[in-house]
């Protein structure tokens, strides 16, 4: 588990894990592009059927008030906005006949649309 939630309102880190799948994609990708200068970025925003969607993305930007966590050299940022409703989210990346794609699996959902796309 992580470590106990630091009593200053100035945290540092996120409470996001991410699996080694989904580390060695994602490092795999932006090597394939010959990015270092990039980031993994997970938000939520506004919409989709359930209220909320994920954002999953590569991002260069540094954002006012970006927790980061280090997963083997593949940083990963949560804006301050988005942390409370990722809180203890797991990523990962699955590649079976079915499917193919990162997931995001989050305990701070309470229920989802039929497509998977949204949350509430």
């Known amino acids: 588990m992580t470590t106990a ?17 989904a580390a060695v994609k994602a490092k795999a ?3 394939q592009e010959g990015r270092d200068d990039m980031h993994l970025r ?3 925003q506004p919409g989709g059927c359930a209220g909320l969607r994920y954002q999953l993305f590569f ?17 990963v940022a949560v804006d301050r906005m988005s942390a409370p409703y990722v809180q ?4 990962d990346f699955v590649d079976t006949i079915e499917k193919q794609g990162f997931t995001i699996e989050n305990p701070n959902a309470g229920g989802s649309c039929a ?3 949204s949350f509430h």
């Open 29 to 31: 990708l932006l090597d």
């Open 115 to 117: 497509c998977g796309d």
């Open 59 to 75: 991002d260069e930007r540094t954002l006012d008030g970006d927790l980061f966590r280090d997963f083997d050299g593949l940083k």
């Open 88 to 91: 203890g989210a797991v990523i």
């Open 42 to 44: 997970i938000a939520v």
């Open 5 to 21: 939630q630091e009593s200053s309102t100035e945290a540092t880190t996120h409470g996001v894990e991410l699996s080694e799948a």
